[in-house]
C-alpha cells in the first residue's frame, strides 16, 4: 500500500539509515564503556558512585532499547510480515532487538546476565544498514568454505608426516 512504500523509502533514505547506524555505533560505546566503569554489573555496584553509573547506564540501556524497537516496528511495518522474515538479517536485528527488550524488562537479573550481554551484538546491526559492508561480509562467508578446506588438509598433511616421523624415529 501507499503507507507501507512511503515508510519503506523513508527507512532506505542514506540519512536515517546513517542515524541508526551512528546509533548503534553509540549503544556499542555505551555498552563498553558501562563494561569498563562497572566490571561487576549494575547490581553489585559497591559505592554511591557506582551506583549512580548503574543508573546513568539503565537509562541510556532504556533509551537504545525504545529506538531500536521503535525502528523494529517501523521496518517490519515498512516490509510487511513475510518480506521481513525472508531476509536473515532482519531475523538477525529481531533476535537482538527482542533479546534487549527481555534484558530491560527483566533489569538483566543475575540469571539472565547472558540476556544482557548478547545486546552488544547490536554493533553487528551496523552491518545490515550499508550494502557495502553486507558486500564484505558475504565474501568472507564465502571464503570460509574453501579456507576450511585448506584447513583439513593442512591437519591431514601434519598428520601423515607426523605419523611417519614416529614411526622413523621411534628407536632413537
Avoid at 29 to 55: K, M, W
Avoid at 88 to 110: E, H, K, P, R
Avoid at 114 to 129: N, T
Wanted: contains cysteine; positive net charge.
Amino acid at each position: 500500500s501507499y503507507y507501507h512504500m512511503l515508510a519503506r523509502n523513508i527507512l532506505n533514505h542514506s540519512a536515517v539509515r546513517s542515524f541508526f547506524a551512528l546509533a548503534i555505533m553509540a549503544a556499542f560505546a555505551v555498552d563498553a564503556c558501562e563494561s569498563q566503569l562497572l566490571p561487576l554489573g549494575r547490581s553489585d555496584a559497591g559505592s554511591q558512585h557506582d551506583a549512580a553509573l548503574g543508573r546513568i547506564f539503565h537509562w541510556l540501556e532504556l533509551a537504545f532499547t525504545v529506538l531500536f524497537g521503535l525502528e523494529l516496528v517501523w521496518t517490519i511495518f515498512s516490509y510487511w510480515f513475510w518480506e521481513f522474515f525472508s531476509d536473515m538479517w532482519n531475523i538477525f536485528d529481531f533476535a537482538v532487538v527482542v533479546t534487549s527488550i527481555i534484558s530491560v524488562l527483566t533489569d538483566g537479573g543475575a540469571n539472565l546476565s547472558s540476556v544482557r550481554m548478547a545486546r552488544v551484538l547490536r554493533v553487528l546491526r551496523v552491518i545490515k544498514a550499508f550494502q557495502s559492508l553486507r558486500k564484505i561480509v558475504a565474501a568472507i562467508t564465502m571464503a570460509l568454505w574453501p579456507m576450511l578446506s585448506a584447513l583439513v588438509i593442512c591437519c591431514i598433511a601434519i598428520s601423515v608426516f607426523t605419523i611417519l616421523g614416529v614411526n622413523a624415529y621411534a628407536t632413537r
